[in-house]
């Protein structure tokens, strides 16, 4: 083996109502992703545990996550849509990651400082864990690129340190057995089986904030439903959000340092030029100098322009619940072809009696 096939691997939790910022942030990405290259989309329900064991409607969100995928214009034909769970591979290639991963590796972990705060002893194991699953999810279909947000670049970190363990550690079994790709790890050259995965990072709306707080990340928990905007809403509920959108008294600058210590101007600015597909220089040359009151009904006009259509076919093809499950059952299968053959050769890697 002389290199690593390309492919794209990313996956969404089924926690709560996706919003813009998980569209401009993740989704607009996957669907741009998908002309340049083979693309596997997952709907990473096991991940889920790790916020909320118990789940009253976890294959419902699970379902709306996968309609949001589709009416955002995710081919699941051309490429791979699926839910994690159905691959069983992915707990399986975890619990051989567990054994490569170090403790400390995990403890470093910012999201686990922040989610389990400070009674660390009561968080679950799973919790630690998540970014040892997340490395398998990635791993197990030898993803060579990974679109992420800024709150991820240190899980992907883990996953390129783990593969580079693995591969450092099982480097002459992998050239004795041929399954290999010679890299260059530091000063020496080893016999890699699982690439050194790359980040997809960028655009000018990778990061959006909430509209009420410009410090604080657009998020399906906050409290305020006008915080976010979320996927499911209508026309009339997205410019009223905008309308409300937390701004201060300045007009618009001419200039992007312009935006600086001003964070509520700077994410309206990012999400329009996220929806409008231009860079923030270009939003702020049309509308340098002009007061929120113009520049608001413009975003306003403009989200619902992005928005709408997405909102009204995620609806549609939520209501057809048979085709969601089928799409999910075609794309695990397929996963799950992928998925094993890469188990049977870490197995062997390993020294795992199979059949």
Request: net charge negative; hydrophobic share 40%.
């Amino acid at each position: 083996m002389s290199a690593f096939k390309p492919l794209v691997f990313s996956g969404v939790q089924p926690t709560g109502n996706l919003h813009l910022g998980n569209y401009l942030g993740a989704i607009k990405k996957f669907v741009a992703l998908q002309e340049q290259s083979d693309c596997i989309y997952c709907v990473v329900d096991m991940h889920s545990l790790t916020a909320q064991l118990v789940h009253q409607d976890l294959g419902d969100q699970t379902r709306s996550i996968t309609a949001a995928f589709l009416a955002s214009g995710i081919d699941p034909k051309k490429h791979i849509v699926f839910n994690q769970s159905r691959v069983m591979q992915h707990a399986e290639l975890a619990w051989i990651f567990n054994c490569v991963a170090r403790i400390g590796w995990m403890y470093r972990m910012t999201q686990f400082k922040d989610k389990a705060g400070k009674d660390r002893e009561n968080a679950s194991l799973g919790l630690l864990a998540y970014p040892s699953l997340m490395a398998a999810d990635i791993l197990l279909y030898r993803a060579t690129h990974v679109p992420v947000g800024e709150d991820q670049k240190q899980h992907l970190e883990l996953t390129r340190d783990i593969a580079q363990k693995f591969n450092n550690d099982f480097s002459e079994k992998i050239a004795a057995l041929g399954v290999g790709v010679e890299m260059r790890i530091g000063e020496e050259t080893v016999n890699g089986y699982f690439p050194i995965t790359e980040p997809v990072i960028g655009g000018p709306a990778a990061r959006i904030m909430s509209l009420r707080d410009g410090s604080k990340k657009m998020s399906k928990s906050d409290p305020s439903d006008l915080s976010r905007i979320n996927l499911t809403d209508d026309v009339d509920t997205i410019s009223k959000k905008i309308r409300k959108a937390k701004t201060d008294p300045e007009a618009l600058p001419s200039e992007l340092d312009g935006l600086e210590s001003r964070p509520e101007a700077e994410n309206l600015v990012g999400i329009y030029a996220g929806l409008a597909e231009i860079s923030k220089e270009d939003v702020l040359k049309e509308y340098g100098g002009q007061q929120f009151s113009v520049f608001k009904p413009a975003l306003a006009d403009l989200a619902v322009e992005k928005l709408a259509p997405i909102a009204s076919e995620m609806r549609r093809i939520e209501g057809d619940r048979a085709y969601v499950d089928a799409v999910l059952r075609d794309g695990g299968d397929r996963a799950r072809a992928i998925a094993e053959g890469t188990m049977k050769t870490v197995r062997d890697i390993i020294g795992l009696l199979q059949d």
